[in-house]
């Protein structure tokens, strides 16, 4: 047989595996050990409890990893939502709840997140603790929380609201804090008059070199101004490119301020 009849025969006996047929994957070895360890009988309970904590971290650590990944993607996609309240007391506009949810929970829901409002008691004076249990798809759940006073009174310091109606408003303020803080979103006071989408989130923040720069400066500062720095903007990163230097110049004073003290 020549050459060529000797390589076209070997070629028509060699045989592919099935495309069907995957690797077993890391939680599978996993659960087949646990199954053999369950059926022999000399595997003592504490070898199987090891075991079963062992499958139980990775499958943990898996279910993070997806909603980190999610995260990432949502907040990828998710676009600045423009204020259109006015709070006439202060005369300076916002972003209502429901603009916000309308804006944002259609990114976030296709990436599998869900979100859970509750409260809780608060360790400061007067504050409302209000809590948001942010839940993905693949099992696994960050919670996030906010204390705010509670919003009884206006700006002149006088009572305007019943019992109520300050808790109703202040677990309002809270969960749209929380639901910007929570998915990154940034407030702008105006649209682009339907000249297409607004620019993507990435594009309208600080950089990491700024927002380390804050973060420094922040470190800086007296509690009170940490927290209400938190309350306004969360995290540096956070911060708009249009808002950096005011922001900034603030940070600046105050930790001159706290140092001098």
């Not at 249990?133 to 206006?154: C, E, F, N, R, S």
């Not at 989130?201 to 720095?229: H, Y």
């Amino acid at each position: 047989m020549s050459q060529v009849a000797l390589a076209e025969d070997q070629s028509v006996q060699r045989v592919s595996a099935p495309a069907s047929v995957a690797p077993a994957t890391e939680s599978a070895m996993m659960i087949q050990m646990i199954q053999r360890a369950a059926a022999d009988p000399t595997v003592d309970v504490d070898k199987m409890e090891r075991l079963m904590q062992m499958h139980e971290r990775f499958v943990d650590r898996q279910a993070s990893a997806a909603f980190n990944a999610a995260m990432v993607c949502a907040q990828q996609n998710i676009r600045p939502v423009v204020r259109r309240s006015l709070n006439t007391q202060t005369n300076s506009s916002y972003a209502k709840l429901e603009d916000i949810d309308q804006a944002i929970s259609p990114v976030y829901t296709a990436q599998g997140f869900s979100l859970s409002f509750g409260t809780s008691d608060s360790p400061l004076a007067g504050h409302i603790r209000v809590v948001c249990d942010v839940m993905h798809d693949q099992g696994h759940t960050k919670q996030y929380q906010i204390d705010l006073p509670l919003d009884a009174t206006g700006i002149g310091g006088k009572t305007n609201k019943t019992g109520v109606h300050a808790h109703g408003s202040t677990n309002s303020y809270a969960r749209r804090y929380l639901t910007m803080n929570i998915f990154n979103v940034v407030m702008v006071n105006e649209d682009n008059d339907g000249n297409g989408d607004p620019a993507p989130v990435a594009e309208l923040l600080i950089t990491a070199g700024q927002a380390a720069q804050l973060s420094a400066l922040l470190k800086k500062c007296s509690e009170t101004a940490q927290g209400k720095f938190a309350d306004l903007y969360g995290e540096p990163t956070s911060i708009t490119r249009a808002n950096f230097d005011g922001v900034l110049a603030a940070l600046t004073k105050s930790a001159t301020n706290n140092q001098q003290v």
